[in-house]
């Protein structure tokens, strides 16, 4: 199986995965349940969504098995206060809120099922938030790389242990 690459860009203002909400359900039983969601009117559903469309358009195929390599660039929209006429306006390290953890679960929720079965198959992740520079838009940039688990690393057989040899002295 040749290794697969996925690259797509979602252009929409990043959004993190916000913390779940808590209810108690009574169910008919008389049993209360506690149930975890996160609400319909959620900015980050429409960010989910946008990162879903841009997915189905670069990739029709049915969701990778195996390690999976993950790459995300954040290009965070540019504070008021940084916009100039005449200056140049080059990127910057975004270190306000959002968090970049949280910027990746959302990206991670929305192609589970799509990209890959479970995102437990991440096995390497590399993530980046920075500021647009002048002429670019906000967004998210997703690369996927899949290496068939025979050949991880380029790797094709797992390292020969070294064997032990007797010393005489």
């Known amino acids: 199986m040749e290794p697969i690459q996925i690259q797509f860009d979602a252009p929409c203002v990043p959004v993190a995965q916000p913390r779940q909400r808590h209810r108690a359900v009574v169910l008919k039983s008389g049993r209360t349940v506690v149930s975890n969601y996160t609400p319909r009117t959620a900015p980050v559903n429409a960010f989910k969504a946008t990162v879903r469309l841009a997915f189905r358009k670069a990739w029709s195929g049915p969701p990778l098995q195996g390690p999976v390599c993950l790459r995300l660039e954040f290009r965070m929209p540019r504070p008021k206060s940084k916009l100039w006429k005449r200056k140049p306006m080059p990127s910057y390290p975004h270190t306000t809120?959002?968090?970049l953890d949280n910027l990746?679960?959302?990206v991670k929720d929305a192609l589970t099922g799509l990209a890959w079965i479970d995102d437990s198959q991440?096995?390497?992740l590399r993530a980046t938030k920075r500021?647009?520079?002048g002429d670019e838009?906000?967004?998210v940039t997703v690369r996927i790389d899949h290496t068939p688990a025979d050949t991880f690393a380029g790797e094709t057989n797992p390292r020969p242990t070294?064997?032990?040899?007797?010393?005489?002295?």
């Open 97 to 99: 809120k959002p968090d």
């Open 104 to 106: 990746t679960k959302a």
């Open 122 to 124: 991440i096995c390497d």
């Open 131 to 133: 500021v647009c520079s």
């Open 137 to 139: 838009s906000p967004g």
């Open 162 to 169: 070294a064997s032990r040899r007797s010393v005489s002295r």
